[in-house]
Nanobody, 118 residues
């Protein structure tokens, strides 16, 4: 069992920045991929970015060039630096963890709200 705890959400004006953090505990040896998903009201949950233990990254097209995902394997922590935020980035952001790159995450955090005002 992997337990994920997010922090760093909040309210920011358009064009601003926020940094999300997610700390994993429990069976962290099994974690290969960590990532961030988001879900806006009335929409499906979507991948924002993910990173493997080896540092391979994948970003949603809508955040490329604005968001940066990073990971501290020693601390079992993943970060999401969000720059040039837009109102359409408003959503609940969920941290995720999984034991492979090709399958869906198996663990989820409780979510943190990010609100971008125009």
């Amino acid at each position: 069992q992997v337990h994920l705890v997010e922090s760093g959400g909040g309210l920011v004006q358009a064009g601003g920045s926020l940094r999300l953090s997610c700390a994993a505990s429990g069976s962290t040896r099994s974690i290969y991929t960590m990532g961030w998903y988001r879900q806006a009201p009335g929409k499906q949950r979507e991948l924002v970015a993910r990173i493997t233990r080896d540092g391979i990254t994948q970003y949603a097209y809508s955040v490329k060039g604005r968001f940066i995902i990073s990971r501290d394997n020693a601390q079992n922590t993943v970060f999401l630096q969000m720059n040039a935020l837009k109102p359409e980035d408003t959503a609940v952001y969920y941290c995720s963890a999984g034991d492979s790159y090709s399958t869906s995450p198996t663990s989820w955090g409780q979510g943190t709200q990010v609100t971008v005002s125009s």
